[in-house]
């Protein structure tokens, strides 16, 4: 099974930094974004490869992931033989990459990954937000295997005052994640999904569950992709070849915490992800403060 992570946008939200280096290659902590993405699609039970969706203006990413052997042996000249492994490891990941020539929006993205899919469900995760547990993706395959293989997104609770800014999902909460005692919008409660709206005002809502990033689709998903309109934004949108799927297929959503993942497509996400990683681990948590000085957060 294969998870396509889309990383050809153009970061707008990020420039100037993202003007000539991709907001996925940012640094958390000492790796950039994108390889805490692919090492969390590889965790999932039967996920052989990673196939990172790239643009001819972004190369740095294929770059990322290729071997450098002449670092490693300069790095192992020097005694620095942790590093030499970490370079190593970022070289020898299983990634495959497919281009996309314009920026026409995430369903577009996920298309152009259709040849190497073979067929087979599939996950997508964003390419710029990612679960430091990586067990999200994990659950969302067990829920899945248990409703016959059926398409299952990842959806998590919005303030009220936050419906109105994503895609928000409606249908009805059918049991929860094994081991779980979880119901309506609790993390774990698993929802049948019958509907989706992009950006609904609160009123009209069908629930308060957002669509996170995460997303185990049918096969089915890659054909209605290819006859997709575009709508939002004048993009090829994912959410509507999902909601033409919800026509044929069975689709589930899985509620997760949204404390469960890291965003860092805007400066202030990213800032708040890199302070949040800092401060889970004893050693770099000791480093920040240090850093910090007596500056107040
Ligand atoms: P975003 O909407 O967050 O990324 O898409 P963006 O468009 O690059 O960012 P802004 O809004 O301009 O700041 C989520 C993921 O999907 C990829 C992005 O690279 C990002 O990782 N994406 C988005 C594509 O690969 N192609 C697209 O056409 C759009």
């Given at each position: 099974m294969k998870a396509v992570i889309p990383a050809a946008g153009m970061g707008t939200r990020f420039l100037p930094a993202t003007k000539c280096s991709p907001k996925e290659l940012l640094p958390v902590l000492d790796k950039p974004v994108i390889q805490y993405v692919v090492e969390e699609a590889l965790e999932p039970e039967g996920v052989d490869e990673a196939v990172i969706i790239v643009s001819k203006?972004?190369?740095?990413?294929?770059?990322?992931?290729?071997?450098?052997?002449?670092?490693?042996?300069?790095?192992?000249?020097?005694?620095?033989?942790?590093?030499?492994?970490?370079?190593?490891?970022?070289?020898?990941?299983?990634?495959?990459?497919?281009?996309?020539?314009?920026?026409?929006?995430?369903?577009?993205?996920?298309?152009?990954?259709?040849?190497?899919?073979?067929?087979?469900?599939?996950?997508?995760?964003?390419?710029?937000?990612?679960?430091?547990?990586r067990q999200m993706c994990i659950d969302m395959l067990e829920v899945s295997r248990a409703h016959n293989n059926a398409s299952v997104i990842a959806v998590a609770p919005a303030p009220e005052d936050q419906v109105s800014r994503y895609g928000i999902v409606g249908g009805s909460c059918v049991g929860c994640l094994e081991g779980h005692d979880a119901s309506g919008e609790q993390p774990g409660a698993i929802w049948k999904v019958d509907t989706m709206v992009e950006k609904p005002k609160l009123e009209?809502?069908?629930?308060?569950?957002?669509?996170?990033?995460?997303?185990?689709?049918?096969?089915?998903?890659?054909?209605?992709?290819?006859?997709?309109?575009?709508?939002?934004?004048?993009?090829?949108?994912?959410?509507?070849?999902?909601?033409?799927?919800?026509?044929?297929?069975?689709?589930?959503?899985?509620?997760?915490?949204?404390?469960?993942?890291?965003?860092?497509?805007?400066?202030?996400?990213?800032?708040?992800?890199n302070a949040r990683m800092a401060l889970e681990h004893p050693d770099t948590k000791l480093a920040f403060y240090e850093e910090l000085g007596d500056v107040e957060l």
């Open positions: 203006e972004k190369p740095q990413i294929e770059h990322y992931f290729s071997p450098a052997p002449e670092l490693e042996d300069f790095l192992q000249s020097k005694g620095k033989d942790e590093l030499a492994k970490r370079v190593q490891e970022a070289g020898a990941l299983p990634v495959s990459f497919a281009n996309q020539d314009e920026p026409l929006g995430l369903g577009h993205a996920v298309l152009c990954a259709a040849d190497a899919i073979d067929n087979e469900p599939f996950f997508v995760l964003l390419g710029d937000y990612f679960v430091p547990s009209d809502a069908p629930s308060h569950l957002y669509i996170v990033g995460r997303y185990l689709l049918s096969p089915r998903v890659m054909e209605l992709l290819k006859t997709q309109t575009p709508g939002a934004g004048g993009e090829i949108q994912l959410t509507d070849a999902m909601l033409r799927l919800l026509d044929e297929e069975e689709m589930y959503a899985l509620v997760v915490d949204p404390k469960q993942g890291c965003d860092t497509g805007t400066p202030a996400a990213w800032a708040a992800t």
